[in-house]
């Protein structure tokens, strides 16, 4: 019997494939558990519509993704906030901050995505990595500026 997968299924395939298996297979284990469903006409074409629309969302993200990447290594932020002498700051700029500069500018982040190990605590020029999405990372150069 030809089934399509609906789940990954360890020994047999990925998600969207179609697999010959054994009857007793397919109706006793596969199907009940919603891992297969039967390869009928109407199941396949329906599989190759939402592989297809999955294709389309995932270019669409990676587009906006890359859009998104070249707007924020563009940005120059620069924040004002109290220090004393050396350039040591009187509070700190955190990733919230940092986060809400960019929002300032027209970029949308959460401040998860500020990977900041610790927040700033001096006056200097950073470069603060911001996760975009999985594997894609840009820094954005950050000017901490200490007034009196």
């Known amino acids: 019997m030809k089934v399509i997968l609906q789940k990954n299924v360890p ?24 891992l297969a469903a ?36 563009q940005v120059v932020l620069e924040i004002r906030t109290r220090a004393g002498e050396g350039g040591r700051l009187f509070g700190a700029v955190t990733a919230q901050n940092l986060a809400d500069a960019l ?17 700033i605590k001096t006056a200097g020029s950073y470069k603060v990595p911001i996760r975009i999405s999985p594997g894609v990372v840009v820094r954005v150069e950050v000017n901490v500026v200490g007034t009196a």
């Open 11 to 34: 020994g047999l395939g990925e998600r969207g494939q179609i697999k010959e298996v054994k009857d007793g297979y397919a109706h006793n284990y596969l199907l009940p558990r919603g």
């Open 38 to 73: 039967e390869a009928t006409p109407g199941n396949v074409r329906s599989m190759a519509g939402q592989k297809k629309a999955v294709e389309d969302r995932s270019k669409r993200d990676r587009e906006d993704t890359e859009q998104l990447a070249s707007q924020i290594s």
């Open 103 to 119: 929002a300032g500018q027209g970029v949308r982040v959460s401040k998860r995505q500020v990977e900041l190990d610790e927040p």
